[in-house]
């Protein structure tokens, strides 16, 4: 049995040993169990047990809960010890508490009075134990007991020091659960001033409340800054011998330099006045200079110490971002650390590098050391390092570098850690698209990411490369071509069936003039996957199976004999069965017309931003840099479903798979509710119930492109429309409310800008069936920037009497809108360039109900330009920017809104190279929020 | 601010645990039971931190016992390390070379010790000798209190 010091509880030492003894698991729960027993018999008994023997019960119930057991008694007895006159005794008790006691027990009522007792002691210890139990368990009642007695005794004059140290961590704690604790007015700076103490401890103690207090309410405590300032300043610039004993192996007050300069990273810049901000830079300066010395001790104790505050220095250089001299030189002092040998320093100068990647000034610097960081992902041995050292691969990433960074990263997934390669995947994609001059290349790396870590590569990843190929011809046939190559391996991932699936049935056409992939080989290559496949893929491969007929009349017989096959037409996963039996009546009933208009190609798809970046942004949040947009919306699932899925009868006629001219399944819908399902996805995000939108209300579609555009009792027309640059596709759905046809449905078109914008109708039948919804579609094109909305009149005969009804077209100029990122810097640049008086507007207008900025943020993201977060100063101001797209010329456009609060009103400036657009743009927006 | 303390054996038990945030018992068990396979998993010469769900671990082995405590993002890993440093050295000059056995036999101490050198989450005292007078202090309480004792049972009190 090994020394016991200070008093020793024999019987406590013996027990242990017992325990220790057991020779199996069951034998300690037994001998426990025994003791548990003993101990509440003792309890219980008629003998009042003296205080040894309660602090020694107590004792061993304490440590039978730190084996593991529960213990559900002897708080009371506990709770007694609180209040002996023998500080052993209490201090055991306390412990107990501490220990035991969670912060909502009824518990804490009872020892509250034997605290207040303590806390009024002449002696500091026994003060100090209170002190610590109240720290300890730090819960509401404690901060209502004692919130005004902790406060009086940090700064009163006769408070020992030890007392005030940790005084002041025991008003931290409650301050953290009650932030109402701390008093205001003159305390303020009494607390301030506890920077000054000559006592290091109360210092070290005093920074830490210092720091929550501050973040809480930076302004009152500004007083801190010069305070901490000055008292870094004497700690860097002292020698080891002066600081005494909190001096750590040759460093002097590490753990309070370090307090200090977190304290620091609480304001930006850290001061206004000159000489604090000089005085300052001097500090780290000296940090940096200390760090070049020769160490003092070859322990790793003192390079630790005197690292970590070089650590520190280089947090708070980075949070200021302001000094491009002292961000180079942390560049270069953490770039000798990569190749430190003590795995620590390489982690955290990776780490820290990370930071400094995304500051302008030394991302420069930080590209310098790329070699040695690939080496670091390749070679380190400890994963969690390499993974540093993807993220800095990441996050030093730009045009320049990223062709070798993105290859580097490639061919480091075929040997990564399974843990780490699905964030790599995402990594590598988002750096791909983010930087890819040549979207050759783009597909090439994202294939070969499939290629090599299929597993690891996420839906987003494979919907992104689709969109993309989608919305740029240029790439079309090239992405044709590798899928083609790529599917011809023996072995391929299902990823790439899917991908190659997708892009062959919409572009397959492009390469089948070479007779190495006409449209036969083409769609065998794919059908020899298509067993080992799961489920979904086949779905989709028999989606793409009926668009090659479309595109290649010639293998009709072929693919409808697989449609015909049993294991389709037969499968016993429904979706397979619909899609098979669908598609098969497809290909025999409809005719080449009508199949060319079904299968047409996919439209482009909005151009937006990467949902992949939200998926690495949720993964690890606050470790991506914020330069990128976001965007929630997937990619959707394969087209023709979307056509085909309003059908559930699978044995009606061909008109009724397209859904187009009668209602689905036969009974006439009583209600609008047939005509809903028919809009399916339209309208399940809107469930607009028909009463409501009675009218036309053309502003609310300035910030969407889909909904219901007009509706009365007979009729509802809804639309959906898609831009690019500046064309744009509207498709409107006339749906008939009534249990009769509609006839003579005759829609026209009204505008006088006709020079300006372009807008053709495709014609459409004029009967409306009972219960059907027909569709048209709409092109228009931007020649110039207008600002006649197109205005549209319906006629038509119901029931023998005609009708007329009118509406505005959702076809405005903001339609035409690219969204556009940039920086703060570029977009204050352009902003002061574009100053002139014929290139602004402005309106302030009064808010049209209180102001909601989440509200106006949903609008102003729907309006087509790009949400600009974190450049205005003010974070309740919205800055957007966006190219207006016309035929002759693009219009740079930048917007400034500014909600005040107090007056209900907003200011709305816009800023663009043409006045008519600024204007357009202005009123369109205005009296809108 | 450290949320945690847990100090654990090579084979994985636990010897102290000191909480700074209030969780339920359960929770604690869980956390404990998953960060000490977590990193008795991890080879020597690995780093000495690591990103553990939404906390920073920082442990360190010392013979038989590994120290780890788990602090917030922004908290100084190095610093930590050399906090755990402090504690041991700490253990040592009052238990005198300090091994497993002395803390499980005097854990009580061992928490009184860490009480003085953290309070709430926060470091409060970093100097050896202020902590270790503190303690002495108590024990000085402790002895006159026996000697009291002593001196009662006699009859000379």
Known sequence: MPAVRGDGMRGLAVFISDIRNCKSKEAEIKRINKELANIRSKFKGDKTLDGYQKKKYVCKLLFIFLLGHDIDFGHMEAVNLLSSNKYSEKQIGYLFISVLVNTNSDLIKLIIQSIKNDLQSRNPIHVNLALQCIANIGSKDMAEAFGTEIPKLLVSGDTMDVVKQSAALCLLRLFRKSPEIIPGGEWTSRIIHLLNDPHMGVVTAATSLIDALVKKNPDEYKGCVTLAVARLSRIVTASYTDLQDYTYYFVPAPWLSVKLLRLLQNYTPPSEEPGVRGRLSECLETIFNKAQEPPKSKKVQHSNAKNAVLFEAISLIIHNDSEPNLLVRACNQLGQFLSNRETNLRYLALESMCHLATSEFSHEAVKKHQEIVILSMKMEKDVSVRQQAVDLLYAMCDKTNAEEIVQEMLAYLETADYSIREEMVLKVAILAEKYATDFTWYVDVILNLIRIAGDYVSEEVWYRVIQIVINRDEVQAYAAKTVFEALQAPTCHENMVKVGGYILGEFGNLIAGDTRSSPQVQFELLHSKYHLCSVATRALLLSTYIKLVNLFPEIKNRVQEVFKADSNLRSADVELQQRASEYLQLSIVASTDVLATVLEEMPAFPERESSILAVLKKKKPGRIPDDVRESKSPLPTVAPTAILNSTNNTNSSSADLLGLSTPPGSAAPTTGNGLLDVLGDLYTSTKISPSTVQQNNIKKFLFKNNGVLFENELIQIGVKSEFRQNLGRIGLFYGNKTQFPIQNVHPELHWTDLHKLNVQMKPMEPILEAGAQIQQMLTAECIEDFTDVPSMSVSFIYNNVPQKITMKLPLTLNKFFEPTEMNGESFFARWKNLGGEQQRAQKIFKAQGPIDLTGTRTKLAGFGMQLLDGIDPNPDNFVCAGIVHTKMQQVGCLMRLEPNKQAQMYRLTIRSSKESVSQEICNLLADQF | ?157
């Open chain 2, 1 to 157: 601010m450290m949320q945690f303390m847990l100090l654990f054996s090579r084979q994985g038990k636990l010897r102290l645990q000191k909480w700074y945030v209030a969780h339920p018992d359960k929770l604690k068990k869980k956390i404990t039971r998953e960060l000490i396979t977590t990193v008795l998993a991890r080879k020597p010469k690995m780093c000495s931190f690591l990103e553990w769900k939404d906390v920073k671990v920082v442990y360190k082995r010392y013979a038989s016992l590994y120290f780890c405590c788990a602090m917030e993002q922004e908290d100084n890993e190095l610093l930590t390390l050399e906090l755990i440093h402090r504690y041991v050295e700490l253990l040592d000059k009052y238990l005198g070379s300090v091994c497993e056995l002395d803390i499980i036999f005097n854990f009580e101490k061992a928490y009184f010790i860490l009480d003085e050198l953290v309070l709430g989450g926060e470091l409060q005292e970093t100097s050896k000798k202020n902590v270790l007078k503190a303690i002495a202090a108590q024990d000085l309480l402790q002895e006159d209190e026996t000697v009291d004792a002593a001196l009662r049972d006699v009859g000379w009190l």
